[in-house]
Structures are given as structure tokens and as C-alpha cells.
């Protein structure tokens, strides 16, 4: 067991300390203010405060886990041991020559999100603005870099500490905008298409294959999903999560009707195979009360309270798009990432508790980051297949060298190999058994 001594307790600091030691690395600890306790503990022992006290570890502390209130952040980025660091503290007695905790807390905060900054289109805090894309830090997950710099430090003083190893583990999440491009879309919907195919440059084509769809004499081209089943009986160490869109049709939510009854089917379906989420609505960042009325619909159907949750869009405001679950009794979120960027806006790839900055206090609600979607690569960095799939590989490495969680979000769209999309059940294919091959080789 560590014994951590700190001059004072604040939310964030017992906060950080939670998340550093007990959720990233598995580590018994306990927190004490008394200078005496601290003395004369014999054991492993870490001091956190301006002044190094006795002999152990040594962090020595900014203010930022000390303060309570949101104040403008603009930590300086340097180089240690080839990795960035934040916060830096200029003092030898130190063991490290920056503040690891409050590095640490700024990415799992998103303290940035809280200060004033630009949107996109879509209301959401880009990766361009961010300080790690700017820094150049976006693909590391420099928090549980920082922890692992941590353990390293704690055995060099206590070589007999007792820490757990931390291992890599894959989930592989799966949004369903769409289940159907042609199929159970309804009378209105059907004829808006078949007009929308008169105008294209193959319109034969294009309502031929519409009509042979929907009297169901091929395939729907989005209905990936015994495909997708199919790759996961292949590899039973991955985890798969489903988030269906229950939405009410809208210019931004095009989903099939939750009353459609082969949706219905297939989504009790899926519930067999895999965990099943919430997709809330684009139109619910606008109008919160209609996640509570889309969880309900989902609850329902597979009868089973709604516990997990990921925005359609990534549309995520801090801190009100985590209060509105919480509110809801959903306490896992899945929306921790960039539509722009593929990397690790939190600084890492495993769960993590949210803490509300403006409330000052950590909730209920497990964060848990996704550090690639196929549409980032697809729509916004315009990457081939194989452009694509050495990025994703890249990521495996860094999570596995972390022991960190590897979430991944595709679409049902994308993998149809159809409008655009072909090559991409390959990446598919192959970047799920690359992660699933380094799960096995644990090191």
C-alpha cells in the first residue's frame, strides 16, 4: 500500500489521485494531511505539496489542484524523457521537473473544453483547437505515460511494491445511423429516394437495385451486421457494443423508425451477440429532454434499463451533455473523441470517472474514450484504406505499450463495401485481429 501525504485535500486533487492510482494502475493507497502518520509510516510513501517532507517520492505541486474555480489555463509544453510534459515546476528536489498530477487532471477534466474557444458547424470542440494537436500529442496517451513514469519512479525507490501489471484490452463499437439504406424507410422516404436516383447519373441502376432490395431479392447494402457478428465469432477476446439511433426523423437524424418491426427484431437480435447503447439524437444536444425520451424507447425494446450512451454526431458539451445522462441514470459514455482527428482527447484510452469542473466534484458517470472513427479518416482526412489502417495500427501499438484500452467506432454504413466504401471490411478485418494478435502477446 502507498501512502500519499498531501498539505490539504481539494475535490480535484482526491480526484486525480483516484484516477492515477486506483483506475490506471491498480494500486492500494491512501491519503493522509498528518505530518506524524506520514513520518512514520514504514512503507512505500509519496509526498505532494510545494516542499519535499521525509524521504520517498517527491512531486512537487502547481496550484491547479488546489483551486476551485475555472481560471485560464495555458500550461507550457517541454520535453521530458522524450515525452511532452505540462505544468513544469523548475526544482532539482523534485522527482519529476513537472507536475504530473495536475498534467494528468487537465487531460481527464478537459479543461480546455471549459475555457473559451471555437466550434465547428456542429457545435463541438474540435481537435484543431486543442492543445494537443497543436503540441503534436494528440496519438500519444501521454496520460498513462505519465502513470507508467510514475510506477517506474515508485520501484526504483521500493523495489518490493506491489503493483499490477496493466494489460491492453480491445472494444470494437458499432453506431447504427441507418440500418437499412433502402429498406423500412416508409412510403414518403421510399419515393424521395427513387426521385432522388431519377436524377442520378445511373438512375436504372440505382432504383433497380432499390427495388430489388426492398422486395427482397438482394441484400440491403447497410445490413453489414452478420457480417460483423461473423468477425467477432472469429475473435472472441474483443468486446462489441451496439448504438442504435431511436430518433425521430429530422435533417440531421435519419435513422429507421423505432416502431419498424424488423428494426425491432434486428436490434433484439444484436442484443444477443453484443452490449447495446443509446445513440442520442443529434436534435438532443439542442433539446436534452429527448435523451430521456430515445433511452426509454431503447429500455423498451430490449427490456433492459439503458446504461450506456454515445452522441449522434459526437456532439459533446462539457458539462452539460454528461449531466443530461446522469440525469437519465446512464453512467457510461462513448463519445470521447474527435470527428476530425483520430487520437486521445482525454490523454488516454482507458475509462475514467468524469469530473465536472463547474460543480467541482467527480460524478458518477465512466467516460470511456474511443481512439479512432472511420468516418475521421473517410470524410475528413480523405485517407485511402491503407493510409488509414497504418494509423490504426499505430494506435494499437501505443495502447498496448500502455496497457491501455483500445475503443474503436465504425459504422454499419461503412462496412458495406458499397457507395465509396470499398476495402474498408479489409481494414475492418485486419486491424481487429492486429489488436486482437497483441492482446495475446502480452508482454
Known sequence: MLLVHIPRMTNRLGYTLNVMFRHLLRMEFEITVDLDVFEHFDGPKLCYGHQKLGDGVFVRSC???????????????????????LYPTHTAISDFPFDIFAASFFCLARYEEYLPHFTDVHGRFPATESLAYKEHFLNLAVVDRWALMLVEKLKQHYPELNISPR??????????????????????RTLTGIGRDLISNDSKGEIRKRLRVIFNKEQDPFDS???????????????????????D??????????????????????????????????????????????????????????????????????PKSYDILIENGILHDYTMGYADEPGFRAGTGSPYPFFDLESDCET???????????????????????????????????????????SLLWHNQSLCEDFGWQGWRGVYERVLAYADAAKKTRT
Do not use: W
Open 63 to 85: 496550484d491547479l489542484l488546489f483551486q476551485t474555480t475555472i481560471e485560464d489555463q495555458s500550461p507550457r509544453c517541454f520535453k521530458y524523457e522524450d515525452i511532452v510534459a
Open 167 to 188: 494489460y491492453f484490452d480491445i472494444e470494437d463499437t458499432i453506431d447504427i445511423d441507418a440500418a437499412y439504406c433502402y429498406k423500412n424507410k416508409g412510403i414518403v
Open 225 to 247: 451486421f452478420d457480417y460483423i457478428i461473423d468477425v467477432h465469432k472469429r475473435l472472441p477476446g474483443i468486446r462489441l457494443k451496439f448504438f442504435p439511433l431511436m430518433a
Open 249 to 318: 426523423y429530422n435533417v440531421n437524424d435519419k435513422p429507421i423508425s423505432y416502431q419498424n418491426a424488423e428494426f425491432r427484431q434486428l436490434l433484439q437480435h444484436l442484443s444477443d451477440y453484443a452490449k447495446m447503447g443509446l445513440h442520442a439524437s443529434y436534435a438532443s444536444f439542442d433539446e436534452p429532454e429527448l435523451v430521456g425520451v430515445e433511452s426509454d424507447r431503447l429500455s423498451s425494446l430490449l427490456h433492459r434499463k439503458t446504461v450506456r450512451n454515445r452522441y449522434h454526431f459526437l456532439r459533446l458539451a462539457l
Open 364 to 406: 458518477p458517470l465512466t467516460i470511456h474514450p474511443f481512439a479512432a472513427m472511420d468516418s475521421t479518416f473517410y470524410y475528413y482526412k480523405k485517407m485511402t484504406p491503407e493510409a488509414a489502417e497504418t494509423v490504426y495500427r499505430q494506435l494499437v501499438d501505443e495502447l498496448k505499450f500502455v496497457g491501455g484500452t483500445l
